[in-house]
């Protein structure tokens, strides 16, 4: 119920009543700054909810509900619109995804240490959401879309919580990376390398690898 002494809600309409009680809006920030970004994976439907059990053919409705974290650094109060991925349908895609692995990570460190490579990290924010969904889902609004409440909405982009959205989004990377010419290892395709060359002439390889950190 708590962490780092911080209260966490289980609600959206709790997350509400914990920044009333205490005189703060540190929840109500999270939400919106995480709505603010999913928006653009969401499609509203012109109909109700019968219309969309009519006119949907071949879409699952599904609930969609906010996870709320707290950040150690600076108690940062986190939200994450998340998809009931467990009561849907098994996709007839192929849905597992990869991670690099930590002996690889390891081994990128020691290459550039022993090559005098700069090492630089990024963090792509709700990265699933670059991709596109691979299945066919809609739910009804909830309080956190304000005016939109009980609204249809059809989603369009790799939700967190589907099944298929790890996959989708890993698909969507690589094939990116292909594009920018790098090429994955034989010993753990989550590596990708890609020849360079140094100003003096010296050619090495620059690698890549991604890590999927969720929420």
């Known amino acids: 119920s708590h962490k780092f ?22 929840w109500h920030d999270a939400i919106e700054k995480e709505m603010k970004r999913i928006r653009e994976a969401m499609q509203e439907f012109d109909g109700d909810l019968n219309d969309a059990k009519k006119r949907l053919i071949g879409y699952q409705q599904i609930k969609c509900h906010m996870v709320f974290d707290i950040k150690m650094e600076g108690l940062v109060r986190k939200a994450r619109y998340v998809a009931g991925g467990h009561t849907t349908e098994t996709p007839k895609s192929i849905t597992y995804a990869s991670v690099v692995t930590r002996e690889s990570v390891r081994i990128g460190f020691l290459y550039a240490a022993l090559n005098d490579l700069e090492i630089m990290s990024a963090d792509i924010g709700n990265a699933y959401l670059n991709a596109d969904c691979r299945e066919k889902i809609y739910f009804v609004a909830g309080p956190e879309f304000g005016s939109k409440q009980g609204r249809i909405l059809i989603i369009k982009k790799a939700l967190y919580g589907l099944k298929s959205s790890g996959a989708a989004w890993r698909s969507l990377f690589a094939s990116t ?39």
């Not at 360079?196 to 999927?212: K, T, W």
Request: glycine share 8%.
């Open 177 to 215: 990376l292909h594009e920018l010419g790098y090429t994955p290892c034989r010993g753990d395709p989550d590596v990708y390398i890609r020849k360079a060359i140094r100003p003096n002439g010296l050619e090495y390889f620059e690698m890549l690898s991604v890590y999927v950190d969720d929420i």
């Open 5 to 26: 002494g911080v209260e966490l809600p289980k609600s959206v309409e709790h997350a509400y009543r914990i920044d009333k009680e205490t005189g703060t809006t540190f």
